[in-house]
């Protein structure tokens, strides 16, 4: 079983940042893949960026250019940068990660970008 425990979103105007972090509680080094995705109120959950334990990285394309992914698996943790956050950024982010086949959510954290 794997916990993680998502935050830094909260409320930014067009144009600005934000950090999320993802803490597991297990070894970052025994998951294979770490990321995000986000879900804006009557959407379906999307990808953002997803993170393998090879650094191989995966963007959806509305965030290319913009977002990076890193992960240190010495400190458990997945980051999320985003950069020149736009109004469609709005949304649920929530931290996944998937071990030995299984795959599991964090909790959510919420990231709102105003016009």
């Known amino acids: 079983q794997v916990q993680l425990v998502d935050s830094g979103g909260g409320l930014v105007q067009a144009g600005g940042f934000l950090r999320l972090s993802c803490v597991a509680s297990v070894s970052g080094f025994s998951i294979n893949v770490m990321g995000w995705y986000r879900q804006a109120p009557g959407a379906q959950r999307e990808l953002v960026a997803t993170?393998?334990?090879?650094?191989?990285?995966n963007y959806a394309d509305s965030v290319k250019g913009r977002f990076t992914i890193s992960r240190d698996n010495a400190k458990n943790t997945v980051y999320l940068q985003m950069n020149s956050l736009k109004p469609e950024d709005t949304a649920v982010y929530y931290c996944?990660?998937?071990?030995?086949?299984?795959?599991?959510w964090g909790q959510g954290t919420q990231v709102t970008v105003s016009s």
């Open positions: 996944y990660a998937r071990r030995f086949s299984r795959g599991y």
């Open positions: 993170m393998s334990r090879g650094s191989e990285t």
